[in-house]
């Protein structure tokens, strides 16, 4: 499974996961006030009353953290001007956190603190289940989705080249779109995106359009062998030029062919 094929939190899914959030973050608090009232009394609070109060403050931030992260993913556009480096500072944040509030609730006392304890544990498991969602689609990034429309009957293989001098891709209701020639090679001058997005491949005649499958092996697959390259320009610099490919074809054609694809210039 690939970038190009997984989705992790979107539409209905993230509104519904982003009200959750704000609603564990409040009750949250709520506990953390609560237990902070507890010190009024003429008796100087234990220690063990201070973890309470700083375990519940420390899981609602780890909440709102991952909250933030949730926000990120409204709009790829948002998330690419991001970028990974401020998405890997909220999963840390999140991370220790909600390690640090399990830690703490743990040593606190009252059975208030089994609510942030619950709590804790729950957003801990769903932040794993993110991170298995990010190993899978190989970033946390949210990105364009791309349609590829391939000529009809077209077999072999499909290069798209970003970064080239060539003209930009169409950006269509959110989504990028990829036609691709009678030659199974685009040039662009767009970047690749880096991130999650559910991409679409189809054949296309006139208006026409009729869709071409992902599967496993033995299933009927379409799309097969998807590799992303990319080169340095002479100076050794970021990098500046990658190169999409995937094969068009039946499992069987694919086999016959090969797995070499051969660039033309």
């Known amino acids: 499974m690939s970038a190009h094929d ?19 973050c409040a009750v949250l608090c709520g506990c953390c006030w609560r237990a902070a009232s507890g ?3 003429g008796q100087p609070p234990a220690v063990r009353n201070y973890l309470t109060v700083i375990g ?23 998330s690419q001007h991001l970028g990974n480096r401020t998405i890997s500072v909220l999963s840390g944040l999140t991370f220790w956190s909600t390690g640090l509030a399990l830690i703490l609730l743990i040593g606190g006392s009252g059975k208030i603190r089994f609510l ?6 729950a957003i801990g498991c769903y932040y794993s289940l993110l991170v298995l969602g990010a190993g899978l689609s190989g970033s946390t990034l949210a990105r364009h989705p791309t349609k ?55 054949y296309f005649k006139n208006d026409s359009l009729a869709p071409l499958h992902q ?14 390259q990319y080169s340095l320009n002479p100076s050794n610099s970021p990098v500046k030029r990658f190169t999409y490919r995937f ?9 016959s062919e090969g797995h070499h694809p051969v660039s033309q210039p």
């Open 39 to 41: 010190f009024r009394g």
């Open 148 to 202: 590829y429309f391939i000529p009809e009957g077209y077999v072999g293989w499909v290069e798209v080249r970003y970064g080239e001098e060539a003209p930009a891709l169409e950006l269509s209701n959110g989504a990028y779109v990829c036609r691709i020639p009678a030659t199974g090679i685009l040039s662009t001058s767009s970047r690749q995106e880096d991130g999650w997005a559910k991409d679409g491949f189809f």
């Open 215 to 228: 599967t496993i092996q033995g299933r009927g697959g379409m799309i097969w062998a998807e590799t992303t």
């Open 6 to 24: 997984y989705e992790m939190v979107k539409g209905v899914q993230l509104a519904i996961v982003l009200t959750v959030l704000v609603g564990v």
């Open 56 to 78: 519940f403050g420390v899981a609602a931030f780890a909440t709102f953290s991952l909250f933030a992260l949730h926000i990120t993913w409204l709009s790829p556009s948002v």
């Open 247 to 255: 094969y068009v074809g039946t499992e069987r054609q694919l086999q």
């Open 116 to 121: 942030g304890l619950g709590a804790s544990l």
